[in-house]
């Protein structure tokens, strides 16, 4: 599963290619950048100041988000209950040999990573850190009910590359641990994944691109089960989905994907899918796609 390629990404910030899904793990524009503005800069982290939180780091990856999350919490000195799921170690083993990686964060965010590599595992004052590692289908069972995140990020590869992590069954086990208040999120704008989330009861928001363009309407989503709109504040990275957004939504992309115990093979998902967009009487994409003059490049589906 992990052959992995080397990318340097615009920002000079470096990543990785998988040949196995034949995808990046992040935005040739920058993987420091992305994970900055989808999800750090998203979780408006300064509500947590002195404060502490449960977060839940789904496809750990290079460790990208969670060391961007530690960074900024060190800072602020707040207490952070950390689980990463991570089917592979070989990205992390990777971080831990890139300096230019490891010099992007506070000392202590390496000392926290070796941890993790050799004992699955981390604890201080502050901090209390756990990797599980293998299929996050399996792994998301053994984290009690009782824990409820403030954060849930999902860094999964695109959906229809690794399908298994955006079905409504994975989808609806990771929100059970949502905190009322606590916000998923995820670099994905899918309609499916969109419309699935918001089949189990949550809104959701976009994340605001830095710049707006046809290709760039968006950069991911937020989503949050109990979340008045009026508190929604200019400075918030995120906002109401679009009209555009919304009719998305209503097209044959947003036929969820479905893995209905839990460990239904990447094509067998994506054959169930297929199936039921040509059986379905919704819109499709591509009328919504012209109707807004857009690229096929532009839509994540
Ligand atoms: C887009 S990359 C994640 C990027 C990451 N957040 C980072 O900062 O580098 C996707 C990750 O998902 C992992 N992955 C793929 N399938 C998985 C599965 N079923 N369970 C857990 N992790 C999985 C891959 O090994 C890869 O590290």
Redesign the pocket.
């Known amino acids: ?2 052959q992995l390629i080397e990318v340097l990404t615009k920002d000079g910030s470096y ?2 290619r ?1 040949a196995f ?1 034949q ?4 935005s040739l524009f920058g ?1 420091l950048e992305e ?1 900055k503005s989808k999800f750090t800069a998203t979780s408006n982290l300064q509500r947590f100041k002195g404060k502490s939180l449960n977060v839940l ?11 961007s999350l530690l960074d900024e919490l060190i800072k602020q000195k707040s207490y952070l209950n950390l689980y990463a ?4 170690k ?2 992390l083993e990777y ?1 831990l040999r890139n300096e230019s990686f490891l010099k992007l964060w506070a000392p202590k965010v390496r000392t926290i990573f070796e941890s993790l590599y050799r004992k699955d595992y981390f604890e201080d004052q502050f901090f209390k850190c756990s990797v599980l590692w ?4 399996e ?1 998301i069972k053994i984290i009690p009910s009782s824990i409820k995140f403030d954060l849930i ?1 999902l ?3 695109s959906p229809q590359k ?1 399908p ?2 955006w079905t409504i069954e994975f989808l609806s086990k990771v929100t059970e641990n949502l905190n009322s208040q606590g916000y998923l999120i995820t670099y994905s704008s899918s309609a499916a994944v969109r419309k699935t989330l918001r089949n189990l009861g949550l809104e959701i928001f976009t994340i605001k691109p830095s710049f707006k363009n046809r290709t760039f309407w968006s950069q991911g989503t937020v989503a949050i089960s109990k979340f008045d709109k009026n508190e929604l504040k200019s400075n918030f990275n995120f906002e109401k989905l679009s009209l555009m957004e919304e009719e998305h939504l209503f097209t044959k992309a947003g036929i969820p994907y479905r893995d209905q115990n839990l460990n239904s093979s990447k094509d067998d998902i994506i054959k169930q899918r297929l199936k039921e967009q040509s059986l379905s009487n919704l819109e499709p994409t591509k009328k919504w796609r012209e109707k807004w003059k857009m690229t096929k490049l532009s839509v994540k589906s």
Do not use: Q, V, W
């Not at 995808?23 to 992040?26: A, G, I, L, S, Y």
């Not at 496809?59 to 990208?64: A, I, K, P, T």
């Not at 293998?134 to 289908?137: E, F, I, K, L, N």
């Open positions: 599963m992990s990543s990785l998988s899904f995808e990046n793990f992040h993987a994970t780091d789904i496809c750990f990856g290079l460790g990208y988000n969670s060391a799921l991570e089917i592979d070989k990205p971080s293998g299929d996050a289908r792994k990020y860094d999964g590869f690794c298994e992590l």
